[in-house]
């Protein structure tokens, strides 16, 4: 089979295997959705000879797609059903891709557990489903027939761009509220999202109020058209939780007794950088209570462990000490971990420079700004090799400015007219929004 302009086409099968429950069947339009190796398909809706998935039985459908729409190998089945008449709700074993099996042993009803109508084969460990409200605007020709596609950037990682579509219903109307539900990654603490559409049809350019996904509401008010506005069809807003540090963030000093003393002159100067870096975002940093240190009698051990990569028997050490002082004296205290010597060593301990073991640093590779550099990247920054390799530049734009976030400027946006602190390089849209939550969340 091929397209109208000749292209051949890809014939995706599908065996639809309907649970042997009592009333499994439903009579309720049913819609699939493919994600793949590539990317995710459109919405089909699926028509069973007879109209029925009935109790117990296998239905078979092939889909013909485009190579532009190809979603690769199947990785990920999306259902979701409408609602039916006597037999609505629907128990669903298993959707079987070009013979591949894609378990679901789930209910897909209102009143049978989980009360909901939409399933993943993806289980909630690795996947999860977001409420997505969408505003538009009352503004004349405001809304838009175009394909709106939607990007979760959160804290963890960011989703695929998702279509919002709702099969039953035209959506994305003059002044309309759109409710969607759409399984995807889980990304984490939701720090912001992409909004964009293809411009296709008549008058297609859409001006968007806002966009909730879980209760975070999103502030768009602009324009997404060619003609308006900034002449873009996508646009980035952040999600800008009022947060306030309420205390210093409190570093204590973990090093050896032979070089604590040049250790706690490198402590003093790094707060006293850092706080030149991480003050714009009204966060401090002060030194811990002496009381709340770890001093080890030799470093001959330490090296030997770390020469050797036995990073679980540092981790068991350290737990060790730790727990010879009182539980609490160490809550909101981030240790530091200063050592001596290590030239051929990147300057901490792979594996183990996580909580709760503080952010590791060698003496002989310091920099003015490495201590800036590693409380960043503990706080949701890429793993590095190491401190810097390249001089951090104080007060650089940011690499990823965003000039055309709508939220820049407001007092209560954290990152608006910001300066690079540190060398963030490569970043992608939510990595230095992680950093500061992260940081906010261990002083509020």
Known sequence: MSD???????????????????????????????VGSRRRTQWFLLQPEGGDFERASIQTFSLAVAPAVDPGEVEVVNVQIGEGGALGGWYLDSIHVDGAPHRFDAWLALDEPPFRLDASSVRDDAARAYDIVVQTSEAFLSGTDAPVFLQIIGTKTSTPWIRLHEPEKRSFRAGSMDHFREWSED???????????????????????????????????????????????DAYARHRPWLKADRPLQLSLTTFADIRERAEAAL??????ANRAYGRYGITIERAPAERDVILDTEQWITFQARHADTAGLAKELVRLRSERAPQTHR?????FYVGGFEHMTGRYPGVSRPPWGVFLSLAQRRPTTLCYELGRYFGLQPTSGASADPALMGAPRVHANPHDVMEGEPSNLMAG???????????????????????RFVT
């Not at 411009?199 to 058209?225: Q, S």
């Not at 909101?332 to 530091?336: A, D, G, K, M, T």
């Not at 963030?424 to 950093?435: A, D, I, K, P, V």
């Open 4 to 34: 109208t302009a000749g292209t051949p086409l890809r014939n995706i099968e599908l065996s639809v295997r309907t649970g042997t429950h009592l009333l499994a069947g439903t009579d309720a339009p049913v819609w699939v959705q493919l």
């Open 187 to 233: 990304v984490g603490v939701i720090v912001g999202a992409w909004l964009k559409h293809h411009n296709e049809g008549l008058a297609p350019g859409w001006r968007v109020e806002w966009v909730d996904i879980d209760g975070r509401r999103l502030a768009f008010d602009r324009w997404l058209a060619m003609d308006e506005g900034n002449g873009r069809l």
């Open 268 to 273: 003093s100067d790094d707060i006293m950088h």
């Open 418 to 440: 910001s300066k690079l602190p540190i060398n963030l390089l490569r970043l992608t849209n939510g990595q230095l929004e992680s950093m500061v939550l992260g940081l906010m």
């Open 332 to 336: 909101r205290v981030l240790p530091v």
